[in-house]
């Protein structure tokens, strides 16, 4: 037989399991949605290694780099870019 406090522990964990996957998915989603970021998560957002995204910066995809040295991208720039391609 279970106890009111057992129950009470049971459904706190429950809780706690639906608020950490809501908040996951929430943090994914803000991510997802940023348009400048770094250069790997650019690469992960078109399905590219990063070798392949050296490579169209190359070509002329456009860049952000930074004097510290850091580089980041405009998904939506990276994005233009592309169309230009498209036949």
């Not at 406090?5 to 943090?27: G, R």
């Not at 998560?41 to 590219?48: K, P, S």
């Not at 952000?64 to 233009?80: A, D, N, P, W």
């Amino acid at each position: 037989m279970t106890t009111i406090d057992e129950k009470l522990i049971e459904w706190q964990k429950e809780n706690f399991n639906d608020v950490y996957h809501t908040m996951k998915e929430a943090l994914k989603d803000v991510k997802e949605e940023r348009d400048v970021v770094k250069q790997k998560y650019c690469a992960n957002y078109f399905g590219v290694s990063v070798n392949t995204l050296k490579s169209w910066v190359h070509m002329g995809c456009p860049e952000i780099r930074l004097e510290s040295g850091m580089v980041l991208y405009s998904k939506q720039g990276v994005r233009k870019w592309l169309l230009q391609y498209q036949k």
